[in-house]
């Protein structure tokens, strides 16, 4: 994380100042972010934060009790990660998660060696003293552990409370000061009754009131964009996505006609998609949308382009060159909106710094969108009212706008469109046929009351031939492969056990209605070893 991310990040829980927070410190972790996910689903908001932020601007921030997340390093490493000292005096409850835990225990005093016996995978916790954090727990506990090193020497006023087999302080406790450490990962779901642990320190141990919700961080939002924004305009790509539909809803609410947006039409949109879309802002919701009929442009770029990463490049490199004219003829404008969510703020530096104003600019588009940068000398100021929030989260937040089902439980869809779903060359025949076959995927998965149970249904055409007989005829033609996941955030994924009848239901209809078409095939693949797209 940089130090802009983190100063981003910071001034999240100064937003949320009405309500009480709990600081992550992020050492690392591959957890980290589930961590912040887990609090929110008790109704707390909490921030992951860069493990070197000081004492000083914990306390401005002012949350209620702080987690320092597990990491890959050993505390006793030339230059392990360790966070301010003065931490630990800032008289707030802390919760240390296997790395945290130990750093924690070094930091105060104790000892940390490396485990003759490493545990990593499940493993019976035994709860010696329960206290607050083990309050309502069994003894008995099945965890999962990943680590080498272990507290072989407690700081002074700690106590083991809980072991296994392997180690004897497998948690520890300072209850006095509120210090708790965990050898474990609570946050995983193979930690039986780990939400609890999480809720025990929260609510028990942080004295953190469970009231943070999509209501309220609406109030916020509006009231925060009103005042960035003041009487300027504003500008949003429009894609359709889930994402920037609730963010056209939420600032139209804010700032009303000041709201400009642009749907750009590369090409590579589902099927009926475009103009279902525009035909909807426009007349049902009452929103400016500014259509760019660009299909030629983008086709054109792509002639001969086969090579996954060179088709994400060209379509980036003229998505901006669209963006750059058509915004120049709507404008001016002082504000890009953009649906930057939280995980984007954590993994990829999206902005940077005017070192006149100290102002946010933009430098690209969301990365996770995979459609490059905006050129530097555009200098928008961004407005990304959702950089606090997690996917979900947006879409309870666009439950609360009011947001029509069809569009708030929309399947997540890439930037490139179904560019990188027709593998090989790109051309209008082809996504013709990806168009049709996809079709009949999500209205199948639809019409067998499915599609809200998988995170992403949807086809990709091979750029191989099978042979196959239709009607006693030989036929050489196109393979579909049908793709569908079951995910929580897209971080992960596993391939959807879709009922026999459903997919045969799919394939019969591919391979009748779709010409070009003999032969369909499904993806069994997780994610990892493989992605969700095939490009």
């Known amino acids: 994380m940089t130090t802009a991310q983190t100063s981003r990040s910071s001034s999240n829980l100064k937003d949320n100042s009405l309500n009480d927070s709990i600081a992550i410190l992020d050492f690392g972790s591959q957890y980290s972010q589930l961590i912040a996910r887990r609090i929110r689903e008790l109704n707390v908001f909490s921030e992951l934060l860069h493990y070197s932020i000081s004492a000083e601007e914990l306390k401005r921030l002012n949350p209620r009790g702080i987690i320092l997340s597990g990491g890959p390093n050993s505390v006793y490493d030339k230059n392990a990660p360790k966070c301010d000292p003065d931490i630990w005096k800032l008289g707030l409850p802390v919760l240390g998660v296997c790395y945290g835990m130990q750093l924690m225990a070094q930091e105060l005093g104790g000892i940390v060696e490396p485990s003759k016996v490493r545990e990593f995978g499940r493993a019976m916790l035994t709860v010696i003293h329960h206290g607050l954090l083990f309050k309502g727990m069994d003894s008995s506990i099945d965890s999962w552990m990943s680590h080498g090193d272990s507290v072989v020497g407690l700081p002074s006023g700690f106590r083991a409370v809980a072991c296994t087999m392997d180690t004897p302080t497998a948690a520890v406790a300072d209850e006095e000061r509120g210090f708790y450490g965990v050898q474990f990962h609570p946050e995983v779901v193979h930690t ?86 525009v035909n909807k802002f426009a007349h049902e919701f009452h929103i400016n949308v500014q259509y760019v009929d660009a299909r030629s442009r983008f086709i054109n770029k792509l002639a001969g382009v086969i090579d996954p990463e060179d088709k994400r490049k060209v379509i980036g490199t003229e998505f901006i060159r669209v963006f750059e004219e058509e915004s120049k003829k709507l404008g001016p404008f002082d504000y890009l909106a953009q649906g930057t969510l939280y995980p984007d703020v954590i993994e990829s530096s999206v902005s940077t710094v ?55 439980e929309r399947h997540p869809f890439p930037g490139p469109g179904l560019a990188i779903r027709v593998l090989g060359e790109v051309t209008p025949e082809r996504l013709n046929t990806l168009r049709d076959a996809d079709w009949i995927v999500r209205e199948e998965v639809k019409a067998h009351g499915l599609y809200k149970q998988v995170w992403q249904a949807f086809a990709v055409l091979l750029p191989t031939k099978s042979v196959g007989v239709m009607g006693d005829q030989r036929t050489y033609e196109n393979q579909v492969v049908i793709r569908a996941v079951t ?49």
Not at 233 to 253: I, P
């Open 354 to 408: 005017d070192p006149a104003t100290g102002e946010r600019v933009a430098v690209k588009i969301k990365s996770h969108h995979n459609v490059g940068g905006l050129p530097k000398d555009l200098q928008f100021k961004l407005v990304e009212p959702f950089s606090k929030l997690f996917k979900d989260e947006v879409r309870r937040l666009a439950l609360e706008l009011e947001v029509p089902e069809g569009i708030r």
């Open 192 to 277: 039986k009754g780990g939400q609890n642990i999480i809720r025990n320190f929260v609510a028990d141990v942080a004295g953190c009131s469970q009231n943070w919700n999509m209501s309220m961080f609406l109030e916020s939002a509006i009231q925060e964009v009103r005042e960035r924004v003041g009487e300027k305009r504003v500008l949003l790509a429009l894609s359709g996505g889930v994402d920037s539909s609730t963010l056209a809803f939420l600032l139209h609410r804010a700032i009303g006609d000041q709201l400009s947006c642009m749907f750009i039409d590369q090409g590579f949109m589902r099927k009926n998609e475009p103009e279902w879309l």
């Open 487 to 535: 995910s929580e955030d897209g971080m992960t994924a596993d391939w959807a056990r879709l009922p026999y009848d459903l997919l045969d239901a799919i394939s019969r209809r591919i391979v009748n209605e779709v010409s070009g078409v003999n032969r369909v095939v499904y993806d069994i693949t997780s994610k990892p070893p493989a992605t969700i797209e095939w490009e």
